[in-house]
């Protein structure tokens, strides 16, 4: 969070980590699709030659005013790629939400356990406490034959009361849910820091 007093705006950064490939990177295609032109700045993106997310995706929205300040919410992703292990750590600096992707499928279990790990780690080592940023978990892929269940997940991943939402990005489905859940969980926070 980074509050400009002069000009009274309030800079808050949300970031989706989860493994490669789970929808990441589609979330914020969606979210910059949908949303007016005139609330929302364009979509930065930086690809590899497989169209992976190299660095971060990153999206800019306005909304209405919090405490007299006027809001400009960051939207970034991190690469899913286990050797950008670094620029994650890097995009998590200064989150003041998170939104983990998890992949529904059964093949991808261990990857959404050890990204959520990893996750953690990087916080930590950030010197940022985990259970002071808001987190939610977005279960993508929920159209896929077998998907895994929500509680399946929740004791996959050891949730401690992080909302889950069930999700397939691609559709949209899931996508506003998840973007309001941490939005006004971020909110809240900012709130109590603030007031």
């Known amino acids: 969070m980074y509050i400009n007093w002069q000009l009274k705006q309030l800079n808050l950064k949300i970031v ?3 493994p490669a490939l789970s929808g990441k990177t589609t979330n914020l295609e969606q979210i910059h699709a949908q949303i007016d032109p005139q609330r929302r700045g364009d979509l930065i993106s930086l690809k590899t030659n497989e169209d992976r997310t190299l660095f971060f995706d990153f999206l800019q929205l306005e909304l209405g005013k919090i405490c007299g300040l006027t809001p400009s919410i960051q939207l970034y992703t991190v690469p899913g790629q286990t050797y950008y292990e670094a620029t994650r750590k890097l995009v998590l ?3 003041d939400g998170v939104v983990f992707v998890a992949d ?3 093949d991808r279990i261990d ?3 050890e990204a959520w ?3 953690f ?8 406490d985990p259970q002071r940023i808001p987190l939610i978990v977005q279960l993508n892929k ?3 034959p077998n998907a895994v269940t929500t509680d399946t997940m929740r004791r996959s991943l050891d949730l401690n009361g992080s909302p889950v939402i069930e999700a397939v990005a691609i559709k949209s489905r899931g996508v506003f849910e998840s973007l309001k859940t941490i ?3 971020v909110i809240l926070n900012v709130q109590q820091e603030i007031t």
């Open 121 to 128: 780690r990087h916080m930590e080592s950030l010197g940022v």
């Open 183 to 185: 939005i006004h969980a």
């Open 104 to 106: 529904s499928s059964p």
């Open 16 to 18: 989706y980590t989860g």
């Open 117 to 119: 790990k990893n996750q």
């Open 142 to 144: 929920q159209d896929l």
């Open 111 to 113: 990857e959404n356990i």
């Open 93 to 95: 600096r200064g989150a």
